[in-house]
Nanobody
Framework: QVQLVESGGGLVQPGGSLTLSCAAS????????RGWYRQAPGKQREWVAG???????RYADSVKGRFGISRDNAKNMAYLQMNSLKSEDTAVYYC??????????WGQGTQVTVSS
């Protein structure tokens, strides 16, 4: 069973940056893509970014050009570099597999709040 632990969230001013980390443990399938998702208050969880095993990345239009996803296969880690943050980026951020791959059990997520 895979466990996912997200970290790195916090309070940041508009225009600021944060880097989120996702540590995965257990029996991972290395060919699965890794993804980041977020859920804002009162909204459904939405996909944010994904990276395939070969390194191909994809982003939701709302974060394209501002966020960068990366992975370290040797360490079973995934990262989300978030720049030029906006108030609408406020949400709980989760990592999991990328769309199209079977999902692991969701972790607790990490809260990102963008506010002045």
């Amino acid at each position: 069973q895979v466990q996912l632990v997200e970290s790195g969230g916090g309070l940041v001013q508009p225009g600021g940056s944060l880097t989120l980390s996702c540590a995965a443990s257990g029996t991972l399938v290395s060919r699965y893509g890794r993804g980041w998702y977020r859920q804002a208050p009162g909204k459904q969880r939405e996909w944010v970014a994904g990276i395939e095993s070969g390194g191909t990345t994809r982003y939701a239009d709302s974060v394209k050009g501002r966020f960068g996803i990366s992975r370290d296969n040797a360490k079973n880690m995934a990262y989300l570099q978030m720049n030029s943050l906006k108030s609408e980026d406020t949400a709980v951020y989760y990592c999991n597999t990328a769309p199209g791959w079977p999902l692991y059990r969701w972790g607790q997520g990490t809260q990102v709040t963008v506010s002045s």
